[in-house]
């Protein structure tokens, strides 16, 4: 890379906005050839959407791109492939068809080339196959299915078609989200070749470990906005502690104070002993205490789906053992985990817990059917007054209980979605990412109503982003890549011990 | 991330309003979707009366709705199979196996008629127990899986009767067979009370207790959450397993006694007897989902459905119409009636 090298790809002052959300804000950013830029940041800072502008699936609000010194616009994702930017996504297996072999998804491209005649022969499929494959050392079988293969091996399928292409700007979107280490490491050898053939590169990743060994320089997006751009060699927890931004000190939300002391001497809700978040782990043990809001960090990949899941019986247990109110508890599936008292509101929202066309009230009232039934036939009644019950305590803001859920807002979603299980007076309430795609007003609402009906029960918030945790829990506990890299006191949470921890620079 | 999700910031920002009037024509297509099938089913009443008079007796209605019943109630059964998401497609060969075994069991055996429901209601039940091991145990897709099974139980009929008809007097290892079809099991296929023919009673019966079940039983609700989102109803405490069971095992039962009515009325076990009504009982429950703008399968529906092709069929045929443009007929409505219910569906989800 040399300093002079006029720049691939050049953004600058880019905006997009979706409905009234700025998804970017005056976005800038130079990549030049050779160079390996990571771009870095949490749920909802605009990573998507950055790499949807440049690879065409989204145009720009405002602001200027430019390829090669020349001004592009593109209208769709083709006109990105023809300017030379090529995109891997996350999931590899969008990029591969299953029931051909790896010859013939090697050469895919070729199908729509011009002049590439009516028929294929496998000679000639394979000659090609063998001259795309070299550029990634890719020396699997050509006729071997492409499911046979491993995921490594079918992600470097992936961006041997890529290559092959000779792009200017290649974009890998968390590509080793699901390679092992070895894995990944050898991907990393070849970004790294194709960087110094001149490819602009810019590398999306949670795993800071990579970034830190492949990037020269990291961009850090926070609410849309680039926050801070490293050099290398990059300090982790600098890049970390700009991700998060600040943590505002404003004290817990009202009602939450009293909630951060525990009542220690009684019997806690939760006690899990030894249990790892995957196979290999460090076996570790958490508590959670009548009356206590137990925090839960990490960035993402650092297993805490993966753990809570275990409490939930939404995955089996790895290891260790579970006690709830002091008895042993194993929950063999949700249902069991649900009858002994324990609730969970699951990460992804629409794909967990939404179900298409239902209304507000039968989202209510669909964990606790039987609570609503006499003799036989639900009651309208009680699920009346249990979805107006939710409605009340959250200030959930719509066209009211038998509108669809769709129609709602995220936020106001969210409040149904979470407030249905206050509704049961579990024992145990577990949150996995409660905040996510949820206004600021909502999220106080929530925190707030949490805060206030959940005396006597044990509460677990999961979250990437810390400041969500640190408005409510009296106890954080910080997970780093399937580990437990610490435990802090909400009061004594600051922005820099977080990020250590979460960055992994303390072990 | 996803930056359509995020909602309004303002925390007093209410959910985004629809517009005050939806422009006409789109009104209109609504309208269309949700009372089209209905009021074209009450439309073509009076039409079929004006141009044959026989049409509207009460004799005839008591002939439409015969014809109507034995679809019907497999229909239903159908219907709550489609509820988690399946689909079964072994209710026609389900019909047609119990035909043979209750034919076999008074004929063959010489058996009562109280026996013979007994024992076709039991092979309704391993129909489904092998729906239930193939798509919830195997873990094969439903609408492979029962075309499986389809095949599986149209053969073991075949097998069983050595792949001839059973009727009271044939020839059983040189022998006539011993027994023969009971008065009271005919009753169920002939009978009248107050006027009104047995199998329509039973689709009656059959289509409000369907009814109940699915939209006003936490059973129901449970059914109709797996079909919505799978996921979101595991995660909710729903034993998505033993549900998925349950809608099979119904659609089961429910084809096993569309099989005893057709015994009954028949009089006797004729080889092929059911095929005709996977493909009948298939297109009543599809028509179901365009009924009322319910756009899933739903009990309402699935009766307006089998009606709808009741009375098109029946009419037709006192108009004259060759029995062999039937299944034309019935395909058009199925596939008028699947652009009805698909067409147009994302305005529902758009947010």
């Known amino acids: 890379m040399t300093e002079a090298a006029e720049p691939v790809v050049s953004v600058s002052g880019v905006s997009k906005r979706y409905g009234a959300t700025w998804a970017l804000r005056e976005v800038t950013l130079e990549i030049g050839p050779g160079e390996i830029v990571g771009l870095i940041g949490t749920n909802g800072a605009g990573k998507s959407t950055l790499i949807k502008v440049l690879s065409g699936a989204a145009q720009p609000t405002s602001g200027t791109m430019r390829l090669d010194g020349r001004a592009v616009r593109h209208a769709g994702p083709l006109d990105a492939l023809a300017a030379g930017v090529q995109t891997v996504h996350q999931n590899i297996d969008d990029g591969v068809v299953f029931g051909t072999t790896v010859a013939e998804n090697l050469t895919l491209d070729s199908l729509s080339r011009k002049g590439a005649g009516w028929f294929t022969t496998r000679a000639r499929t394979n000659a090609e196959a063998r001259e795309v494959a070299a550029a990634v050392r890719l020396d699997a079988p050509l006729d071997a299915p492409v499911e046979t293969l491993s995921a490594s091996d079918r992600q470097r399928i992936v961006i041997a078609r890529a290559v092959s292409r000779r792009p200017r700007l290649l974009i890998l979107d968390e590509p080793t989200s699901t390679l092992s280490t070895v894995e990944a490491g050898l991907l990393l050898d070849i970004v790294k070749e194709m960087a110094a053939a001149g490819v602009a590169v810019l590398y999306v990743s949670h795993r800071l470990a990579e970034i830190e060994d492949l990037c020269h320089r990291v961009v850090v997006l926070r609410d849309g906005r680039v926050r801070r751009t490293f050099a290398a060699p990059v300090d982790r927890t600098a890049v970390v502690e700009a991700m ?19 009542d220690q001497a009684a019997t806690p809700v939760l006690v899990a002993a030894g249990v790892r978040t995957r196979p290999g782990g460090e076996p570790f043990d958490v508590e959670v205490r009548p009356g ?4 839960v960090v990490g960035l993402v990949g650092s297993g805490k789906t993966e753990l809570l899941e275990q409490f939930y019986g939404a995955r089996p247990l790895q290891s260790g053992g579970l006690l709830l109110d002091g008895l042993p508890y194993r929950p063999r599936d949700p249902h069991a985990a649900v009858k002994a008292g324990v609730a ?10 939404i179900v298409p066309g239902w209304s507000v009230r039968a989202h209510v009232t669909l964990p606790r059917l039987r609570q609503h039934s006499r003799s036989g036939l639900l009651s309208r009644r009680s699920e009346y007054g249990s979805a107006a019950a939710v409605i009340e305590r959250f200030g959930v803001r719509g066209p009211g209980v038998d509108a669809p859920i769709e129609t709602l807002s995220g936020g106001n979603q969210q409040k149904v979605v979470v407030g249905r299980w206050l509704e049961a007076s579990p024992r145990l309430l577990i949150l996995d990412e409660p905040f996510r795609g949820v206004d600021v ?11 206030e009906h959940s005396a006597g029960m044990g509460v677990i918030v999961a979250s990437s982003d810390p400041q969500e945790v640190v408005e409510l829990a009296g106890r954080i506990l910080v997970l780093h890549e399937g580990n437990l890299a610490g435990e802090i006191r909400a009061g004594d949470a600051t922005a820099g011990r977080l990020a250590t921890l979460m960055s992994g620079a303390a072990a | 991330m996803t930056a359509q999700e995020t909602s309004v910031p303002s925390p007093s920002a209410g959910p985004q309003e629809a517009p005050v009037a939806a422009r006409v024509p789109e009104r209109v297509a609504a309208a269309a979707r949700r009372f089209g099938l209905v009021v074209l089913l009450i439309v073509l009443l009076p039409v079929f009366a004006a141009l044959n008079p026989a049409f509207a007796t009460y004799g005839n209605s008591m002939i439409v709705l015969q014809s109507v019943a034995v679809v019907g109630v497999v229909a239903l059964g159908v219907t709550v199979s489609m509820t988690t998401g399946g689909f079964d497609l072994s209710a026609g060969a389900c019909v047609g196996f119990v035909v043979m075994v209750t034919a076999l069991t008074m004929v063959r055996f010489n058996l009562t008629g109280g026996t013979a429901i007994a024992v076709g209601l039991a092979a309704g039940l391993v129909v489904a127990a092998v729906n239930v091991l193939l798509t919830v145990v195997a873990k094969v897709p439903d609408l492979v899986a029962t075309l499986g099974t389809m095949f599986l139980f149209q053969g073991l009929a075949l097998i069983v009767t050595s792949g001839q008809s059973v009727s009271a007097g044939m020839t059983v290892a040189g022998a006539p067979a011993p027994g023969r079809y009971t008065e009271g099991f005919v009753w169920l296929g002939g009978g009248t009370v107050a006027s009104v023919p047995v199998p329509v009673i039973v689709f009656a019966v059959l289509a409000a207790a369907v009814y109940v079940f699915l939209n006003h039983t936490r059973w129901g609700r449970a059914l109709y959450a797996i079909g919505g989102n799978a996921e979101a109803a595991r995660l909710a405490g729903v034993r998505v397993a033993r549900y998925r069971a349950l809608a099979y ?10 099989g005893i009515l057709l015994s009954a009325r028949l009089g006797r076990g004729d080889v092929g007897a059911g095929d005709p009504y996977l493909l009948q009982s298939v297109a009543a429950a599809l028509i179901g989902f365009a009924v009322l703008g319910a756009n899933r399968p739903n009990a309402l529906g699935t009766v307006v459905g089998a009606l709808f092709i009741g009375v098109l069929i029946n009419g037709l045929t006192m108009l004259n119409a060759p029995y062999y443009t039937q299944t034309f007929v019935q395909g058009a409505l199925l596939v008028g009636a699947l652009v009805l219910s698909y067409t147009g569906r994302r305005e529902r989800s758009d947010r």
């Open chain 1, 244 to 262: 998060l931004g600040d943590l505002a000190h404003a004290g817990p939300v009202d009602g939450a104070g009293s909630r951060a002391v525990a």
């Open chain 1, 292 to 295: 206590e809001i137990l925090g």
């Open chain 1, 344 to 353: 969970f509101a699951a990460e992804e929202r629409s794909a967990q817990a």
């Open chain 1, 441 to 451: 007003g909502a999220r106080a609402d929530i925190g707030r109503t949490l805060a």
């Open chain 2, 249 to 258: 095992a119904i659609s089961g039962l429910c084809a096993a006694l569309g």
